[in-house]
């Protein structure tokens, strides 16, 4: 028997009588990487929302059970402004070696050196590494992740998807992204999972070949079939493997 880090039955969710979620049965192994997209509105963040337990103003039923250690990221960091870089990282972390681990998660992330720099001092792509430290630090179990590089520009995406693939793969705790972006889902995820009108409507290896021609037919294949579940036409590849993501090393600096 495997089991799973997430484990949802029977998910739904209700705002003044529209059914939003309607009946989400979803499992998600411990490690694993899951990407979710769907339409505009078609319940992708009210089920973050739920699995992460601040969808107060919904009503619903269902049963959800998750692992004791889950760490939130949003598309904006939420760093309170009037505390430095490695005291936003370390809110509530208790433990005098806290600090030690909250400065070896900024340097995982890039950030070596900025600890002591106010928020407003970063561009955005820093402030999301310091939302990913921040999330990082608690050794999280599951990380939930809803649009955390919507509101940046191409190359930093593109230097984000590279560093939250590497920490994913050191740290390994299960991830559920929420995502509009269909490159993005199959670069970064072992499994892509659509809602439509709040119903698990495709759930989707995504098995990509290490490299070479196989990867590339295998990505084509993915982007062709997952714009025709999405119902919407597609648009010439702005994502190529060509595009390499930068190298580790390059990764250390800050953007
Ligand atoms: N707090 C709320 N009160 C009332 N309706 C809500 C609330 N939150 C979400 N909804 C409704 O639930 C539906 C799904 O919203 P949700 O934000 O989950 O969609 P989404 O797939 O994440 O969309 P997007 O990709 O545009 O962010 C929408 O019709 C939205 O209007």
Do not use: C
């Not at 039923?61 to 250690?69: A, D, K």
């Not at 430095?84 to 950030?111: I, K, M, Q, T, Y």
């Amino acid at each position: 028997m495997t089991i799973s880090a997430v484990q949802v039955r029977g998910l739904v969710r209700t705002f003044t009588l529209k059914g939003v979620l309607n009946g989400i049965d979803l499992d998600i192994a411990p490690g694993e990487f899951v990407a979710l997209l769907g339409r505009s509105g078609s319940g992708k963040s009210t089920l973050l929302r739920a699995l992460a337990e601040i969808d107060h103003e919904a009503e619903g039923s269902g049963e959800i059970r998750l692992p004791e250690r889950l760490s939130v990221i949003f598309q904006d960091a939420r760093l309170l402004p009037w505390m430095r870089v490695l005291d936003n990282v370390l809110l509530g972390v208790p433990g005098r070696e806290a600090r030690v681990r909250g400065r070896s998660a900024l340097a995982e992330v890039g950030l070596a050196g900025r600890e002591r720099a106010w928020p407003h001092e970063l561009s955005g792509g820093e402030q999301q590494r310091v939302a990913l430290a921040r999330a990082l630090v608690r050794e999280p179990k599951l990380l939930l992740a809803d649009e955390p590089f919507g509101a940046l520009d191409a190359l930093t995406r593109i230097q984000m998807h590279a560093l939250l693939r590497r920490l994913s793969d050191v740290h390994d705790p299960a991830v559920l992204l929420v995502t509009h972006d269909i490159d993005e889902a199959i670069l970064l995820a072992d499994r892509i999972v659509m809602l439509d009108d709040g119903r698990l409507a495709a759930d989707l290896p995504v098995d990509l070949p290490a490299s070479g021609i196989a990867r590339r037919e295998r990505i084509a294949e993915l982007r062709a079939l997952l714009h025709r579940l999405l119902g919407v036409e597609e648009a010439p590849a702005d994502y190529h493997e060509d595009t390499t993501p930068p190298e580790p090393a390059a990764l250390g600096r800050a953007i």
